[in-house]
Every structure is written in structure tokens, then in C-alpha cells.
């Protein structure tokens, strides 16, 4: 297959090294700066306890110089999808895929969300351009479960997870789901295809929409986070109004708070993903992971006393180091 990753930073570029390693696929990437500069002389490369493994790419700034895919992989940061909005059509045939491999409430999740059916929330799609300019016929959902970071440009270094969620975001299975589903089992991940892409996105959120900003204020890792019995009853609460909110939309948790830590805790010294572009001087995803839930809250009708705390808190954190 063709396949382009667009944005080629730690999720990006794991996925695009896995698959240009099987030698399967014909692999591109949408790149700048640096990272373009490293992907060009270098290819793709990822850093594992396991050794370094690599694969060839065809890297440029300009997605007209690549042409339409079988694949688009969409892995950047909340911040650049206005972005990839303006500029992705170069990418997309009548059959393209598009697997936007993103963090928190991505623009597509409400189409088959009766509660959300026709409502705009700014800060998943401001102005409808995403959906706009990526129709829902050419998206597959898509939940990470892994870590990794980029020590310099171009060089992903993976910490721990092998995991990829992806399911059709109306529900249901087809044979472009088990097909990039084998793709991705061959670059050796491990894949779910999910029935119901929408809960197992609101899961993953309702875990990481506390440890995220909190890191980011305190600077420090989960594991800190939860040994602190005031902050983790803070996570807490405010993870019970998301529970609330996910009810509302048809997306309930099974579990309690506490069982989360736990599994949280079992990971050891995470460093989250919002606390390392902080400390990169990079901007944050605080919409998609924050100011989204607080926004559906709202148009459910649903308190959110402590996610409003949490987003204020971290807004104004981010807003004073020019990072939102």
C-alpha cells in the first residue's frame, strides 16, 4: 500500500518506521523543519530496549509532491490540524483511508453520537474545516496505546506499548478495517478492531485528561501524581464528571477512578505527553484533552466544577509560557 504519515513526530514516526520495515509498503511522510531535514538523510528511525530499526521514506513539506495515498496517517499535535485541513486534499483519492492517530476528542467523534448529532464544539473542529475537508467515508478512528518520545528530530525513541484501537466511526466491521488492521498486525502491532471506536476513544480520554495537565502544572511524573492523596482525589472527582458526560453520550465507564490509578500506577514513572511539550517549549493539546469535555458538559447540561478547575488552572499555566 501507499501510505503517507502526516506529522511525523514520536506516534508518527513509530508507525511509519514499523510499516517501511516490512518492506510491504511504499511509505511517505508530510514533514518540516528539522524533522523533514532528518527524515530526508536518515529515513525513518526508531530506538527500542529491543535496538534500533529503520525504513526508507519519501519525505516533503508539501503533500502535492507525494499524490494520493491508500493510506494518510494523521499524527500531529491539536495545534496543526487547521493545518492539515488546508492542505491534505493532494493526499486523498475516492478510497483513501485516513486513521487520525491524535490525542483526546477528535473532530469525527460525534457523528454517530445521537446527543452530538448537528452540534458544533469549537474546540474539536472550529468552523467544521476538518470535517469539511476530511470526509467521514474516508476515516477510520484509531486509540493509541503507546509511549514515546523524539530525543532529537526524526529519531523516535519507544518506551513501552505495542497497542492500536481502530474501528469504523459509525460502527460495525468492513473489509478496509481488517485490511489495514493485517497491515498494522504485520509492522508488529498489536491491533483491536473495535466494534464501537467512540467508547474505547472516551476511555482512553477519561484516563489521561487528569494525568495529562496535571504533569504539566506539577512537572512531574503519574506515579507522583497519585501518591499524593489530595491531587489524586482530585483526578478523581473530576474524572467522575467525565464518567457523567460519557453516560450522557452513550459511552459509559465500567470502571471506577481508583481502578484506573491502578493501572496507571502498574506503568511505573510515566512522563505524559503534555508534560514533555512543556518542558520542549512546545504548544500544548489542551483542547482536545481538556476544553473538549468541558464544552460537552456544557451543551449536555452536565456540572463540571472540577474539569473547570483543571482547564482554568492549566490554561492560564500555558497561556503565561506562550504554550496555548
Not at 193 to 216: C, F, H
Not at 232 to 254: H, Q
Not at 299 to 312: D, K, R
Amino acid at each position: 500500500m501507499k501510505i503517507c504519515i502526516y506529522g511525523a513526530g514520536a506516534i508518527g514516526g513509530l508507525i511509519g518506521t514499523r510499516l517501511a520495515a516490512t518492506g510491504q509498503h511504499q511509505l511517505s511522510a508530510v514533514a518540516r523543519g528539522a524533522t523533514l531535514a532528518a527524515l530526508q538523510e536518515h529515513g525513518f528511525r526508531v530506538q527500542s530496549a529491543s535496538g534500533l530499526i529503520s525504513g526508507p521514506v519519501q519525505a516533503a513539506q508539501d503533500p502535492a509532491q507525494l499524490g494520493p495515498q491508500d493510506v494518510v496517517v494523521v499524527a500531529v499535535k491539536g495545534g496543526a490540524l487547521p493545518a492539515v485541513a488546508l492542505n491534505i486534499a493532494p493526499l486523498l483519492g475516492p478510497d483513501t483511508l485516513v486513521l487520525p492517530a491524535l490525542n483526546g476528542v477528535p473532530w469525527w467523534f460525534g457523528e454517530s453520537l445521537p446527543a452530538l448529532r448537528g452540534l458544533e464544539l469549537p474546540a474539536i473542529d472550529p468552523g467544521g474545516a476538518l470535517s469539511e475537508a476530511i470526509a467521514l467515508k474516508h476515516v477510520l478512528g484509531c486509540v493509541v496505546h503507546a509511549s514515546a518520545s523524539c530525543p532529537e528530530p526524526g529519531l523516535v525513541q519507544h518506551r513501552l506499548g505495542q497497542g492500536l484501537i481502530i474501528g469504523e466511526p459509525l460502527g460495525g466491521t468492513s473489509e478496509r478495517l481488517s485490511g489495514l488492521a493485517a497491515a498494522l498486525r504485520g509492522a508488529g502491532f498489536e491491533v483491536t478492531e473495535s466494534p464501537r471506536i467512540q467508547q474505547d476513544v472516551w476511555y482512553k480520554l477519561w484516563g489521561n485528561m487528569t494525568m495529562n495537565p496535571v504533569s504539566a502544572l506539577t512537572g512531574t511524573t503519574t506515579d507522583q501524581i497519585l501518591a499524593d492523596p489530595l491531587l489524586r482525589e482530585f483526578c478523581s472527582a473530576a474524572m467522575r464528571e467525565a464518567a457523567a458526560i460519557g453516560e450522557r453520550l452513550g459511552c459509559p465507564i465500567a470502571q471506577s477512578p481508583e481502578d484506573r490509578h491502578a493501572l496507571t500506577l502498574k506503568l511505573g514513572a510515566i512522563k505524559t505527553s503534555m508534560l514533555q511539550d512543556v518542558e520542549a517549549g512546545r504548544g500544548i493539546e489542551l483542547d482536545a484533552i481538556v476544553t473538549a469535555v468541558q464544552q460537552l458538559g456544557q451543551v449536555l447540561g452536565e456540572p463540571t466544577p472540577f474539569i473547570n478547575a483543571l482547564l482554568g488552572l492549566t490554561r492560564v499555566f500555558a497561556r503565561q509560557r506562550g504554550l496555548y
